[in-house]
């Protein structure tokens, strides 16, 4: 968990544009703000990954966790009732196709809002005030 002395250290932390922000400080710095704001329910980090398992009769298989592909980075809902979907990336960096097709599902749906945030200034911008 990201633990800030106080909210400018959250906005200071993306908002130094002339360095490219590692995408884990852009998710952590997101998430800390997402976690703190009036109009989100509630939200998580949503890791997605696979694995290889051994079975008892020696074969393997993939376990794939964290939702569908292209499912974002941070899954809530907001005080709404919608849900909310939020792809993280550093600066200069675009979603694959598979995370903008999740992020236009989650649009799609009534109430959803699902976007990319490359800073906290993009969670302010596209949240509800």
């Keep these: 968990m990201l633990r800030l002395r106080s ?6 932390l993306t908002r130094d544009y ?3 922000v ?5 998710l952590a710095s997101v998430l800390a703000l997402l976690e703190r704001h009036p109009a989100v329910g509630n939200v998580w980090r949503n890791n997605r990954g696979k694995h290889r398992i051994q079975n ?6 993939w376990i794939a966790y964290g939702g569908p592909p292209g499912a974002s980075d941070i899954i809530g809902y ?3 009732g919608g849900i909310l979907a939020v792809e993280c990336k550093r600066k200069g960096e675009r979603p694959t196709a598979e995370q903008q097709k ?3 599902g989650v649009n799609a749906t009534a109430g959803g809002l699902g976007f ?8 302010m911008k596209a949240l509800p005030r």
């Design 18 to 20: 002339d360095r490219i």
């Design 102 to 104: 999740f992020l236009d």
């Design 56 to 61: 008892a009769d020696g074969t393997s298989r």
């Design 116 to 123: 990319v945030a490359r800073s906290v200034d993009d969670v």
């Design 78 to 80: 907001l005080q709404t």
């Design 7 to 12: 909210n400018v250290e959250l906005v200071n």
């Design 22 to 26: 590692p995408e884990r400080d852009v």
